[in-house]
């Protein structure tokens, strides 16, 4: 945080400077002082407070409340790490988790491949209207996540879908996509991956936009090709829009719950359970909420700790090699 | 190290003609200042030397090679640019070395040479900075390292100091020419700042609307401007322009105006007769040349409308009939506003007011 001084020049404090150490105002003491200390701060504080409630009412306390369905059992009666202790052993819950996190690992570096790719096409000069080109890119980014997955479930269709009628023109046995685990993964993937890539697309291209166009031409003159201009400038630049990207294609993909439901219901089996839709069934169909809110604060966990990785290793400012 | 060689060069924008048949040679190790208003042809020149910019006609040469199609990487040419373009994302040190990198020059070599440019450049203390914490000044010469530190057989620069204070862009321009003299690269520099053009430059190219209006050393640009144009750009108090035209009186011949009337000599009204014959030309005097009294006697008398002290020199502000002279008075006279002066023009120069060429 900088730091303002907000102490006015003494009077006799002019540009001589020649006693302007003994003058000097002290140092203000720190973000709370700075922002408690102060007057002039009083309105400033009465705005922030019903955010401040609103926040609280809407994040803090479902957190709480969370937290207390896990220590409590469905009856009611504190079982404290009980709900927790009894996930280790959920085979159910390790495949779903195991889902999830396969389904990032898939769907976010082909999210990322996919919308830089684009990006870089609609930032380059080839691309006429630029603004019809984005406008037809995140048309998926509208649709609900429902709706995609029954649009991809009529396409996946063995004898009516779209996505067998190529293959079938390169002699390949029409595929029954939805009802096989590992086809019914990869057509899921390829969902998340339609769904979701316009979002990395828009966001890497808004980071294109920033990179200003002399350093490029700098480059050309100092020597370097345009796929060397590529990786030294144009990649360290969009560098907090990649970690950006990321973090919210991670989220996106791992919670999807939405294309599942229209899709997949989950199965073949248990086959296509990722965590949200672990936590569905659990509180709604098998009527467990407290242990499910166990299942949420895991989900919770692991976003977390794959955004704090992000962020750490893209999120870096400067370079210096 | 090499001359470059612009022939006819032609560029079109869509149907705007940015530079227009554009011919000039730079020799070898020559400091050439391309000057000019704002969009007169000189950035864009000089990109398509740089090949940022592909020529729409002519050719460019740099030594013996014609470089209109190769990439700028391939020309060897380094630039600086007016916003000095720097890497933001590297440090002060990674910019200076990136070109050098690009060249696999071995990493011992890339230190040495880096630390030692920015020695030379005084910015050893910003080398492990990013140039966005750096003053202007410094990033400035951040800019200038990496041109230099390669060594190329033409240096480009695009206003390279439109961005500093005044007092550091005296202090820089000088840096700047003492760096080329020392090393002995040709290069191409563009302004619009006529002082710095006529200080820095071994020649001057002066443009107007994308085409050459004269070639030449600073002074052969100060005292014997081409045409008008010229006449008006250079020259840090402009030059005066009486419109008239030429008449005979009493046997000799006159520039006669509705103001003054200003003999001509016999040389200068026997060219005019050749190369202006309807005699109809516009007078130019640099306000250095317009000597005066403050006798009251002679034909020219104007008045002092108003002064401008500048320490040194104070320009005098001279007014008749509507018709505005500045005047340098070097020798500090007492002349005061509103007192009247006789004037006499020691060297001026005819314009034809057809062409705007220069009568000589």
């Not at chain 1, 294109?208 to 020597?223: F, M, S, T």
């Not at chain 2, 040469?61 to 916003?83: H, K, M, T, W």
């Not at chain 2, 760096?179 to 002995?184: A, D, K, S, V």
């Amino acid at each position: 945080m900088t730091v303002q001084q907000t102490v006015s020049p003494l009077p006799g404090q002019g540009a001589s400077g020649a006693n302007r150490v003994d003058t000097q105002p002290p140092p203000p003491q720190g973000m709370w002082s700075e922002l408690f200390s102060f007057r002039d701060n009083r309105l400033g504080v009465m705005l922030i407070v019903p955010s401040l409630l609103a926040l609280i009412l809407v994040q803090f306390y479902p957190i709480v409340y969370n937290f207390w369905l896990i220590l409590t059992s469905e009856k009611g009666e504190w079982i404290g790490l009980a709900n927790l202790s009894r996930l280790t052993r959920d085979t159910i819950f390790h495949g779903a988790l195991i889902f999830s996190l396969k389904m990032g690992v898939v769907v976010v570096p082909m999210c990322l491949l996919v919308g830089l790719g684009l990006a870089l096409l609609v930032h380059s000069d080839y691309a006429g209207r630029k603004a019809i080109w984005i406008s037809i890119l995140i048309i998926p980014l509208m649709v609900s996540e429902i709706v995609a997955g029954m649009m991809w479930k009529i396409m996946y269709h063995p004898t009516l879908g779209l996505v067998n009628v190529p293959l079938a023109a390169l002699g390949i046995e029409p595929i029954i996509w939805l009802v096989k685990a590992d086809t019914a993964f990869i057509a899921l993937c390829v969902v998340e991956i339609w769904r979701i890539s316009p979002l990395a697309f828009l966001l890497l291209y808004a980071g294109l936009n920033q990179v200003p166009r002399d350093i490029y031409e700098a480059a050309a003159v100092d020597g370097a090709t345009r796929w060397r201009a590529f990786w030294d400038m144009t990649l360290p630049y969009i560098r907090p829009m990649f970690a950006i990207a990321t973090i919210l294609v991670f989220v996106w993909s791992t919670r999807t719950i939405g294309t599942i439901a229209a899709t997949t219901q989950g199965g073949p089996g248990r086959a296509t359970w990722n965590l949200s839709w672990y936590i569905y069934g659990m509180s709604f169909q098998r009527l467990k909420p407290h242990y499910a809110s166990a299942a949420v604060l895991v989900m919770l966990l692991m976003t977390y700790i794959a955004g704090t990785i992000f962020v750490r290793y893209l999120w870096v400012e400067r370079r210096s090699r | 190290m090499a001359e470059v060689r612009i022939e006819g060069l032609t560029k079109y924008f869509g149907d705007t003609c940015a530079v227009n048949q554009l011919n000039l040679v730079v020799r070898d190790g020559d400091l050439v200042v391309l000057l000019g208003p704002s969009g007169c042809g000189k950035t864009t020149t000089m990109r398509c030397v740089a090949g940022l910019e592909r020529p729409t006609y002519g050719d460019i040469y740099i030594g013996e090679r014609r470089v209109n199609d190769l990439e700028p990487r391939e020309r060897d040419v380094a630039l600086v640019f007016q916003s000095y373009a720097l890497y933001p994302h590297f440090t002060a040190f990674d910019n200076i070395a990136y070109p050098l990198r690009l060249r696999k020059t071995p990493k011992a070599e890339i230190d040495r040479r880096v630390r030692d440019v920015a020695e030379m450049l005084g910015i050893s203390h910003t080398l492990e900075r990013p140039p966005g914490l750096c003053s202007g000044g410094e990033q400035q010469r951040i800019a200038l390292g990496r041109a230099i530190v390669r060594e190329p057989v033409v240096f480009l620069m695009d206003e390279p100091l439109s961005n500093i204070d005044a007092l550091l862009r005296v202090y820089m321009r000088a840096e700047i020419k003492r760096l080329q003299h020392e090393l002995g690269t040709t290069m191409i520099y563009v302004t619009h700042d006529q002082v710095e053009g006529m200080t820095m430059a071994d020649q001057i190219a002066v443009m107007n609307q994308g085409t050459l209006q004269q070639l030449g050393t600073p002074s052969e640009i100060y005292d014997m401007p081409a045409n008008n144009f010229v006449a008006r750009f250079v020259g840090s108090t402009p030059m005066n322009f009486i419109p008239g035209s030429l008449q005979k009186e009493n046997g000799t011949t006159v520039h006669k105006s509705d103001q003054f009337v200003i003999p001509v000599s016999a040389e200068m009204a026997g060219r005019a007769a050749e190369l202006c014959p309807s005699g109809v030309c516009t007078l130019g005097v640099r306000p250095e040349e317009i000597h005066f009294t403050m006798d009251g006697e002679g034909a020219n008398q104007a008045r002092v409308f108003l002064l401008e002290p500048l320490g040194s020199e104070t320009i005098l502000d001279i007014e008749k009939e509507g018709l505005l002279l500045k005047v340098k008075d070097v020798a500090s006279t007492q002349v005061r506003e509103e007192d009247v002066l006789s004037l006499s023009f020691n060297r001026f120069h005819l314009f034809d007011d057809e062409t705007g060429a220069a009568i000589r």
